[in-house]
């Protein structure tokens, strides 16, 4: 859509475009899902079951295969629920890295699509062609991916194909969006 700026005088002072878009929210079940995005539509991925947002365990002990397709899609990880943080896909034990419980991206597109966290720390790091997404889950601002007898963090995403290098994100206590541009 494009609109017009006038001054007092009205004379055109700008002249500027405005997309808006849609989001299209696609969820998932309690077990392992496949998940395709269209073309083209703003879509926000959240593939565990819209039940299961409400009460935890969310994604825990499942893997999720998920394709938003071209267009701006929107992969959320973690998300507020009555104040407090609840991180998606962690499988509940403090001494596993949740090696068999993420959201594995597979057309992630770095200059378009976003990742959603609600407070927190996270960690990225590549993997041969892959990039993790970490959980700070022990809070101790390093990455701690070997599972022990005191507390690891959490495997939470694995963007395919895609590697953004070691970055740490600190998210608000508001939902934040991250893009990698």
Known sequence: MLFSLFDAKKQQVAVSSLQILDTVALWGTGGNDTITGQDQVCELITAVSAAGIKTPPTGAGQVDVVTGGSGVDMFQLSQLRSRRLQVLYDDGNARSVGLSDYMQIQDFNSSEDL??????????RNNGSDTEIWWDRNNNGSLSTTDNTTSSDELIAILKNVQLGPLTISSTAAPSWVMYA
């Open 115 to 124: 990742l959603r966290f609600a407070g927190g720390v996270y960690f990225s």
